[in-house]
């Protein structure tokens, strides 16, 4: 398989957001906004356009990865900065031949070369351990209450670049806020699409219960 994997362009826009909205839909809740979240974000001063890529196979579009900033707070108010990313997608039927860990490899080689220290998301441990990430726990990452969710997952992008940073984690995506009503004009430029119920909706759900059960996290 040929894969090429290249920093996304202005005329390549409509087309990562078409593909985004096609992994997502239905995938996590009824329909899909992560096609949204990137299309809003692009150019805002959380994006990190150096390391906006995309997958491409025989001149099509078949993935993506989008990051942003983020920070770890420590005990002593400091702020270290890191990244963060999402969406991160391939479509459906090009899964499973290494596009997506191709997407994360390369962009964490080009973070490293700009001097970032690490990444830290939220995602389901069994893919992202296979590709590199640990638990934030293991560094002394938490989220921002200081809890240590199994989903909370780091990355370090050269040997103890992380070593001394730790406290909790701050995405300045979540701090953003999103306009319901430029959504729904923004989704109408789509073709219409079902929202409906699929399996892998409870899975997420539980994913994200499991967050805030006390059983799978620690406070400290
Ligand atoms: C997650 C995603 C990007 C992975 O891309 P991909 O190119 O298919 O992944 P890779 O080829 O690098 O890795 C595939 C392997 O990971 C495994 N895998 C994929 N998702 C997994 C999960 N949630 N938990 C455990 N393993 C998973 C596959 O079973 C496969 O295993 P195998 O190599 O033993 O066959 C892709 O599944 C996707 O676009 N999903 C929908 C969007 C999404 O959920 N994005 C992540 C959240 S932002």
């Known amino acids: 398989m ?8 202005k005329n390549d826009y409509r087309k990562v957001e078409e593909i985004i909205r096609e992994a997502f839909w239905n995938l996590y809740v009824p329909g899909a906004s992560e096609h949204f979240i ?16 995309i997958a491409v196979k025989d001149g099509e579009i078949v993935g993506q990865i989008f990051y942003t900033k983020a ?3 420590d005990k002593d108010g400091k702020k270290h900065e890191i990244l963060n990313f999402g969406p991160l997608c391939v479509t459906p039927k090009y899964h499973n031949l290494g596009i997506g860990k191709a997407l994360i490899e390369h962009s964490r080689k080009v973070a490293a070369e700009m001097g970032y220290k690490g990444i830290a998301i939220y995602g389901y441990p069994g893919y992202y351990t296979r590709v590199g990430f640990q638990s934030g726990a293991k560094f002394g990452i938490a989220r921002a209450d200081g809890a240590f969710p199994k989903a909370l997952l780091v990355m370090e992008l050269y040997p103890d670049s992380l070593k001394g940073i730790s406290g909790n984690l701050h995405e300045f995506l979540s701090d953003l806020q999103f306009d319901g009503e430029e ?5 109408s430029s789509f073709p219409p699409k079902e929202k409906k119920y699929k399996p892998s909706q409870d899975l997420f759900a539980e994913m994200v219960n499991k967050m805030e059960d006390p059983e799978n996290i620690k406070i400290y």
């Open 2 to 9: 040929k894969l090429e994997i290249r920093l996304e362009e």
């Open 183 to 187: 959504f729904l004009k923004y989704e």
């Open 38 to 53: 990137l299309h809003s974000l692009r150019n805002s001063e959380v994006a990190v356009p150096e390391l906006n890529f």
């Open 71 to 73: 920070e770890i707070k």
